[in-house]
C-alpha cells in the first residue's frame, strides 16, 4: 500500500503536497494554441524496485500533469519520484522522437507511447534512461529501430512493439536483462540466428517470446543458443511454412509453443526432443498431414494440444497413447472416422474434448466410461448415426 508520508515533493516544476492529507492537482496552462502533441503523464510514487512486481492500491495517486503542445516537451518534466509516463499522441498527425528527448526523466521506469506515429526510433532516442524497465509502443507508423537504439536501457526487462509496422526482428543488442518481448501485429518476415548474434550474451533471462500475426515465413533460430531459459513461445497466426529442427534444442524449460494458424505441412521428427516440460502446444489450423511415430515422446506433462484443422487423421490416436496428463485436447475438423476406446480409456484427465467437424458415424460403449472430469465434450457436425447405450456409463450391479 502507498502511504501519504512517502509523497512529499517532485521537483519544483511538479508539486504536490500530502500533508494535510488532500490531493492537489497542478495544471500548467499555456495561452497559445498548440495542436500536434498531447502528453499525459501519469506519475506514480511507489517503494518498489521492479515495475514487473509492482501491485497497486485501491486508491492510487491521481496527480497528473497535462499538457498540449506543438513540440517536444518531456524534457521539462523531471522528477526524482519512480514514475510511469504515458504518451498519448493524434494519430493522424505525424510525429518523431528526437534524440535525448526523455534524457531528464532518469528515474522513470515504464514509458507506454499509444497513437504516435513516428517511423524511426534514433540511437540516443532513450538515452539518460538507465531506470528504464518497461517500454510499449503502440500503433506508432512504419517504425524502423536503430541497432543500437536499447544501449540506454540496460536495465530494459519489458519490450512490447505492436501494431507498428515493423518489417525486421528488431535488433536487442544491450538489452541483457530483457524478460518479455511482444513484437505482434506487424510485419516482420523473417526470424534467424542473425537477429540474436548481434546479443553481446546470451539472453538468460528472456522466457516469454510473442510475434504473433506477423509475416514470418521460416523460423532459422537456434533458441537453445541464445535464449536457453525460454519458456514460453508464441509465433501464432504467420505464414510458417518452415521450421528448422535445431529450432527448439535445449529449449528444457519450455511450457508453451503456439505454431497455429500457420502453413506447416510437416513438422521435424525431434523439434519437441529436449522440450520436456512443455504442457501446451498449439499445432492447429495447419495443412499437417503426418506426425512421426516419437514426435511427442517428450510431451509426458502435457495439458493441452491442439491440432484443430490438420490433416493428421486416425493416425493421431497413436500419438495420444503417450500423452496421458492431457486435459485439453481439440481435434475438430482432423477427418477422424473412429474413436480410439484404447487410448481414450488411457486419457482420464481429460476436461475438454473437441471432436467436432469429423467423420465419425457411431460411439461405441465405454468410449468415456473414465471420464469422470470431463467438463466440455464437442461432438457436432459429424455422421453419428448410432450411439451405444454405455458410451458415458457402465451398468450399476
Known amino acids: 500500500m502507498f502511504k501519504k508520508k512517502n509523497y512529499r515533493r517532485i521537483k519544483k516544476n511538479l508539486v504536490i503536497l500530502y500533508d494535510d492529507g488532500r490531493k492537489q492537482q497542478i495544471k500548467k496552462k ?13 506519475i506514480f510514487s511507489t517503494r518498489s524496485q521492479d515495475f514487473n512486481n509492482y501491485n497497486a492500491c485501491p486508491h492510487p495517486c491521481e496527480c497528473y500533469v497535462k499538457y ?17 509516463l504515458h504518451l498519448t499522441c493524434e494519430s493522424l498527425l505525424h510525429s518523431s522522437l528526437q534524440d535525448r528527448i526523455f534524457q531528464h526523466l532518469y528515474s522513470f521506469n ?63 543488442y544491450g538489452l541483457n536483462k530483457i524478460q518479455f518481448i511482444n513484437f505482434t501485429n506487424n510485419f516482420i ?23 504473433n500475426n506477423n509475416q514470418i515465413h521460416d523460423i532459422n533460430v537456434t533458441f537453445g543458443i541464445f535464449t536457453p ?9 504467420n505464414m510458417v511454412a518452415h521450421i528448422s529442427s ?4 535445449n529449449l528444457t524449460y ?21 522440450n520436456i516440460n512443455i504442457k ?3 499445432l492447429g489450423p495447419n495443412p499437417i498431414s503426418q506426425i512421426d511415430n516419437d514426435f511427442f515422446h517428450s510431451g509426458k506433462q502435457m495439458e493441452a494440444l491442439v491440432l484443430g484443422s490438420t490433416r493428421v487423421g486416425d493416425s493421431v490416436w497413436k500419438h495420444l497413447y503417450y500423452l496421458p496428463t492431457i486435459h485439453e485436447l481439440q481435434l475438430g475438423n482432423c477427418s477422424l472416422t473412429y474413436i480410439n476406446i484404447t487410448v481414450m480409456g488411457r486419457l482420464g484427465r481429460l476436461q475438454h474434448l473437441d471432436l467436432s467437424r469429423n467423420n465419425l458415424s457411431k460411439i461405441l460403449n465405454y468410449t468415456f466410461i473414465n471420464h469422470v472430469n470431463l467438463v466440455t465434450l464437442l461432438l457436432s457436425h459429424n455422421a453419428i448415426s448410432h450411439i451405444e447405450s454405455h458410451t458415458l456409463f457402465r451398468d450399476c450391479d
Open 30 to 42: 499555456r495561452n497559445k494554441k498548440m495542436n500536434n502533441w498531447i502528453v499525459l503523464l501519469f
Open 68 to 84: 498540449t503542445a506543438n513540440g517536444p516537451i518531456v524534457h521539462v518534466l523531471e522528477t526524482n519520484v519512480t514514475s510511469v
Open 110 to 172: 515504464a514509458f507506454e507511447l499509444s497513437g504516435c506515429s513516428f517511423d524511426y526510433i534514433h540511437k540516443h532516442a532513450f538515452y539518460g534512461l538507465p531506470n528504464l524497465r518497461e517500454l510499449n509502443i503502440n500503433r506508432a507508423r512504419n517504425l524502423s529501430i536503430h541497432d543500437e537504439a536499447f544501449l540506454d536501457t540496460p536495465n530494459m526487462r519489458r519490450l512490447v512493439i505492436t501494431n507498428s509496422g515493423v518489417t525486421q526482428f528488431p535488433s536487442l
Open 189 to 211: 518476415k523473417d526470424i534467424s540466428n542473425a537477429n540474436f548474434m548481434e546479443c553481446d550474451e546470451e539472453l538468460t533471462d528472456l522466457y516469454v517470446l510473442i510475434l
Open 229 to 237: 531459459n525460454l519458456k514460453y513461445l508464441s509465433i501464432a497466426d
Open 246 to 249: 535445431q529450432s527448439l534444442l
Open 254 to 274: 519450455l511450457e508453451l509453443l503456439d505454431l497455429t494458424g500457420n502453413n506447416l505441412s510437416e513438422l521435424p521428427s525431434n523439434l519437441l526432443k529436449d
Open 280 to 282: 501446451v502446444v498449439g
